[in-house]
């Protein structure tokens, strides 16, 4: 039964690792779903600055428009064992229909273990809004202008 404030994603499960775990946000008022390492080995490595590509054995189809599929770390796995999403969020397209994979950076000084079906990342619905860019010669002014990083000060 769809809920108030839920929008519809189809899951398709590519990997029968998922007979194994349920695919639900840990507790009714959590944000995102869990991702897991949909691993057929019992664990990978990932040494210290290392990255790797994580399957989940997952493909989506978003069913409302002007929703994509974005993937945060866990805070945990992130705090705690220096692991995190590669590129800081990634995005999935409502029009992607493949496998959703994590990139998992380790940031600690120290070998880290992906086990299989552990929980890697989180995977949160969002509105977007996809932009019509316009050719212009001059842009509007403001009072920062063209002012960069560190332009407003530090206080």
């Keep these: 039964m769809t809920q108030p404030n839920r929008i519809q994603v189809n899951v398709k499960f590519l990997h029968p690792m998922w007979e194994e775990f349920e695919l639900e946000p840990a507790t009714?008022?959590?944000?995102?779903?869990?991702?897991?390492?949909?691993?057929?080995?019992?664990e990978w490595t990932v040494p210290p600055g290392g990255r790797i590509l994580v399957p989940t054995g997952l493909a989506i189809d978003i069913a409302q428009p002007g929703v994509a599929g974005f993937v945060f770390s866990r805070s945990g796995l992130g705090v705690k064992h220096g692991l995190t999403v590669a590129q800081g969020v990634g995005v999935i397209d409502p029009d992607y229909r493949g496998e959703i994979k994590v990139g998992l950076l380790n940031t600690s000084g120290e070998e880290r273990t992906i086990s299989r079906g552990q929980r890697i990342a989180q995977l949160l619905f969002l509105p977007y809004f996809p932009a019509e860019l316009v050719p212009c010669d001059d842009l509007s002014e403001t009072v920062r202008g063209a002012g960069g990083f560190g332009h407003t000060g530090s206080r």
Excluded: F, H, I
């Design 28 to 42: 009714d008022q959590s944000a995102g779903t869990d991702l897991r390492a949909c691993l057929d080995d019992a």
